[in-house]
């Protein structure tokens, strides 16, 4: 899939208030900025149009922007999160969304994080999480399938969402942590495993055949190399303490 657009949220003062099970210290907040800055000026690099919604200070998670709309060519999923306290980002970023998508909203009692979805061509994995209950699941799939795509449900055992762990980088392959190998709904793709101590380098972004990664994870940085893509390091050390990484940070499509 070849990207023209994202959508992206400011950090707020508040950010250090948000939902995280990290035991990293609290993050800086104008920090945090600038490292969403940086991201933001990557994604214009790459040729993105990128719009960019104020700070909500009222949810100060609302700037992991992914977790609440899942975007494809033919339509947007509004995912209802899985927290309680994030459900009312998604009110904000619906009218948005659907200037570009026809919009489906999941139902009561149906939760999704963005977090949980990964999608590779017309197959879609789906991690059942804290975040993402099988009713989720089942109305996306409703929703999805009659256009054409697959979906596959799996089960997160650890890390906050599916991609924490698992990762599409192109060319077929798959960057995942040692506990996903083995999990039979990722057969038939190369493999990038993680070592235990750089798991968090597993949330790597795909982009227009350009790798977005973070910086000071050396040995996935080599894994990474051997796939010939473009390779853009920058820094998250503040988003990382709120449970954040790369995709969670941009709707893109």
């Not at 993050?27 to 490292?35: F, G, S």
Request: hydrophobic letters at 40%; charged letters at 15%; a negative charge.
């Amino acid at each position: 899939m070849y990207f023209t657009q994202a959508i992206t949220r400011l950090p707020a003062d508040s950010v250090a208030t948000g939902l995280t099970t990290a035991s990293l210290g609290a993050p800086d907040a104008e920090l945090t900025r600038q490292q969403f800055r940086a991201y933001v000026d990557i994604l214009l690099q790459l040729g993105l149009t990128v719009t960019t919604l104020p700070a909500q200070p009222d949810y100060p998670d609302a700037h992991f922007v992914e977790d609440t709309a899942v975007l494809m060519p033919e339509l947007a999923i509004i995912t209802n999160p899985g927290a309680p306290s994030r459900r009312g980002e998604i009110h904000s970023i619906a009218p948005l969304v659907s200037r570009f998508r026809h919009a489906v909203w999941l139902g009561e009692g149906a939760h999704m994080d963005g977090g949980d979805v990964l999608m590779v061509d017309k197959r879609f994995f789906i991690g059942l999480s804290s975040r993402t209950n099988e009713a989720g699941i089942s109305q996306f799939a409703a929703a999805v399938e009659k256009f054409g795509y697959s979906v596959q449900a799996v089960p997160v055992g650890a890390g906050l969402h599916l991609k924490s762990i698992v990762n599409y980088v192109g060319r077929n392959t798959l960057i995942l942590s040692e506990d996903a190998v083995n999990n039979p709904a990722f057969t038939g793709f190369a493999q990038i495993v993680l070592s235990p101590q750089e798991e968090y380098a597993g949330n790597t972004l795909w982009i227009n055949d350009t790798l977005i990664t973070p910086s000071g994870y050396p040995h996935t940085l080599r894994q990474l190399q051997a796939l010939g893509l473009p390779i853009i390091q920058t820094d998250t050390s503040e988003i990382r303490k709120m449970d954040g990484g790369l995709t969670c940070l941009s709707l893109r499509f």
